[in-house]
């Protein structure tokens, strides 16, 4: 009834045409306002009875109760041991698990064909219970700093944001990327990045040895990070450089390419997935030396699943999101994968191991989705978990990873990613019980941002059509 009466108003005043309505007057900075989101008044809220999985890989934690004052967890005890007076607001957590807000590690503000989803990735991503987004490659980096201001400040409707840079590659490659022509040119884009406040510099695929190299001890220099989607690198090569994080796991592992040439990126690595054994000597020495080096593998497998035909492949219920045009390209795609050979090959098999294997080795695994096709903003995270869990991972460790290790890759492990008394109040209560049923996931109920709680049905209403819009 609400989006009704908006679009009504709107169209006598002339906004609604093209069967376009905006759902929100945008605030000012182009986000929406926060307040038509909220499920309630702001204020102490107390979540009892509820199971809580924390995010630190410890076990779940039955029939708990969770008090959230000025933006933090202020206690967290059994139920039983927990007495409130005073002024609260209570929520029945029965039946309901609670766990920390979901830190999207590759989470782009921005997809193929869409360069600006700011508006409409912040209300996909708090509905889907995702807080923290790493945009690790920027099509818009000022619109980024915006929404990361606006989320520390809640003057506006964003999830937290670590920023970056727009993408830095090298000759051949898409030319809305940045292509230093030389070490000196690499240093001075990372130094006027450094001035805007943007965190992280993304390298690409082609980027060559000798600028990634100044790119990586530039930003360093300068207190930013630096994320690669390899290719002319392999990942030793990228870690021996002192890069902070490598993206997607084994879909970008050029080190198992035999006769590849140093420092060039030769096609895809797709086809080689399917040869490499993550138990093998070669895989175990990568594994090792990013350990040693401490960098983390950000895992994007709701993606990397989307390119085999015989894998799940979206649902209407994400779909009819999508922009007219973007649910058409949807569509042609799956009648094209469906004339497509369906039989299975070891490719995804082996990138799910890879990444379990990692894990099991000591490395700081995280998780995103990196936007695209059907996996959209929240829905891309939440199909994270069931295919970590299919990788092998418990529901602690699959959770883990996609928050508490998140948080450590932007460096806010001491403030965010877990359900722990003095850290802030970002958490997602979840309808059901997460270990008893992995799709409880998907069933967020309540989405706490800076203890603000935020009503997913709410987010998610009047968003049908729009996403690649807006
Ligand atoms: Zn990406």
């Known amino acids: 009834m609400r989006q009704l009466l908006r679009a009504v ?3 006598v005043i002339g ?15 182009g986000l929406d306002p926060v307040e038509p989101y909220l499920a309630f008044e702001e204020g102490p809220v107390l979540i009892e009875h509820v199971l809580v999985l924390d995010g630190t890989g410890a076990p779940a934690q039955p ?18 041991e927990l007495d409130v007076s005073g002024s609260v607001r209570r929520v029945d957590g029965e039946g309901r698990t609670l766990i920390p807000g979901i830190v999207g590690a590759h989470n782009h503000t921005h997809m193929p064909g869409a360069p ?28 980024d700093l915006a929404m990361a201001e606006a989320a520390e400040t809640g003057s506006a409707l964003s999830p937290r944001v670590a920023t970056s840079a727009p993408y830095v590659s090298g000759p051949g490659d898409a030319p809305v990327m940045v292509q230093p022509a030389s070490e000196d040119e690499a240093r001075a884009f990372v130094r006027r990045w450094a001035e805007t406040g943007v965190g992280w510099i993304k390298l690409y695929r082609r980027v060559e040895p000798h600028i990634a190299a100044a790119v990586i001890d530039e930003a360093h220099a300068h207190g930013l990070r630096v994320a690669g989607h390899l290719c002319s690198l392999t990942f030793e090569e990228a870690s021996a450089l002192g890069i902070d994080t490598i993206e997607h796991g084994l879909v970008s592992a050029s080190d198992f390419l035999a006769d590849k040439p140093e420092g060039e990126c030769i096609g895809g690595t797709v086809p080689n997935m399917a040869h490499v054994d993550a138990g093998s000597d070669a895989a175990q020495r990568v594994f090792a030396t990013l350990v040693e080096n401490g960098t983390a593998l950000v895992s994007t497998l709701a993606i990397v699943e989307s390119r085999f035909a015989y894998r799940y492949q979206g649902e209407e219920r994400i779909v009819r999101y999508l922009a007219p045009a973007f649910q058409e ?4 795609r799956q009648a094209q994968l469906s004339q497509s050979a369906s ?14 294997a990692f894990f099991e080795a000591g490395g700081l695994l995280a998780a995103g989705i990196d936007p695209g096709r059907h996996n959209l903003p929240g829905f891309g995270d939440q199909r994270n978990y069931a295919l970590f869990l299919e990788a092998g991972f418990s529901p602690a460790e699959a959770l883990q ?17 877990s359900v722990e008394a003095g850290k802030l109040a970002d958490l997602v209560l979840l309808e059901g019980d997460l270990i008893a049923d992995p799709q409880a996931i998907t069933r967020p ?11 997913p049905a709410a987010l998610l209403d009047g968003l049908e059509g729009q996403v690649g819009l807006q």
Do not use: H, K
């Open 329 to 332: 390209a949807y569509e042609a």
């Open 343 to 356: 039989e299975t090959d070891a490719s995804f098999d082996n990138a799910l191991a890879f990444e379990r």
């Open 15 to 29: 906004l609604g045409s093209a069967g376009t309505a905006l759902a929100v007057q945008p605030a000012p900075d």
């Open 63 to 80: 029939d708990m109760s969770v008090l959230l004052e000025d933006g933090r967890i202020t206690r967290l005890a059994p139920s039983s």
């Open 445 to 455: 109920v309540l989405v706490f941002l800076n203890g603000r709680a935020y009503d």
């Open 401 to 417: 990873v996609m928050t508490l290790n998140g948080a450590r890759v932007v460096g806010r492990e001491d403030e965010l990613g």
């Open 9 to 11: 108003v709107l169209s």
């Open 116 to 143: 600006l989803l700011q508006r409409a990735a912040s209300r996909l991503y708090l509905a889907g219970g995702v807080t923290t987004i790493r945009t690790v490659g920027a099509a818009s980096p000022i619109a």
